[in-house]
């Protein structure tokens, strides 16, 4: 069965530097991966994907991830960190080519941007 | 605005109560999704529907019941509730490629926040 970990509880950043969410997956054959991120009391705000092609995937809001097949693992990445970035963030994985399946998602990563 | 409807967004409600949760999905979307989110437990799938079928069970108590309709919203039915089904719970809906290949994300609802006291 596919998993997900997300090895860091909090990540704390200065504003303006860059930030990295780590996420490592487990399934068998080519994952499909996603971000997320969810704002105080509010639902998952979808943020970017990975299926295929270039490494090196572009959300919304200037995040970026790069999937590493070799360490079987999708951070989750920005060259500067805003204030209004800290939030709590999932990384999801979907077992490709097993039919209509729901993401299996980690524990979350609460990041905390400090002005 | 994700387009996925829930109501209510606050509950709170006695033990051994029962209680029903309510999904639209989006517009076109065929599958119906439900989490659990509690603080030590993170984001728990539950049990998924597709254009009115049980697709794929997850981590559902026998207590939790599901069904999607022919309009294709679904509601959540949670019985002889405890203390600890206290949490957010959430539906996501996603469309099926024609293909079957499954590279779509799910998007969100806002969430049921449900308090058992």
């Known amino acids: 069965a596919q998993s997900v970990a997300q090895p860091e509880d909090q990540v704390n950043v200065a504003e303006g530097n860059p930030l990295t969410v780590k996420c490592t997956y487990s399934?068998?054959?080519?994952?499909?991966l996603f971000w997320y991120v969810q704002y105080p009391n509010r639902g998952l705000q979808f943020l970017l994907k990975y299926i295929t092609g270039d490494n090196l995937v572009k959300g919304s809001y200037g995040f970026e991830a790069e999937f590493n097949k070799s360490q079987t693992s999708f951070h989750l990445k920005k060259p500067s960190a805003l204030v209004s970035d800290s939030a709590l963030y999932f990384c999801a994985v979907r077992e490709p080519y097993s039919g209509n399946t729901p993401l299996v998602f980690g524990k979350g990563t609460r990041l905390s941007v400090i002005a | 605005d994700s387009g996925v409807t829930q109501t209510p967004k606050h509950l709170i409600t006695a033990t051994g109560q029962r209680v029903t949760l309510r999904c639209s999905p989006r517009s076109g979307d065929l599958s119906v999704y439900w989490y659990q989110q509690s603080l030590d437990q993170g984001l728990q799938f539950l049990i998924q529907?597709?254009?009115?079928?049980?697709?794929a069970k997850g981590n559902i108590l026998e207590r939790f019941s599901a069904q999607q309709f022919p309009d294709l919203h679904s509601e959540l039915n949670l019985s002889s509730l405890e203390l600890g089904d206290s949490a957010l719970y959430f539906c996501?809906?996603?469309?099926?490629?024609?293909?079957?290949?499954?590279?779509?994300?799910?998007?969100f609802g806002q969430g049921t926040r449900l308090t058992v006291v």
């Open positions: 399934v068998s054959g080519n994952p499909y």
């Open positions: 996501a809906s996603s469309v099926v490629q024609g293909t079957g290949l499954m590279n779509t994300e799910a998007f």
């Open positions: 529907y597709y254009n009115g079928e049980e697709r």
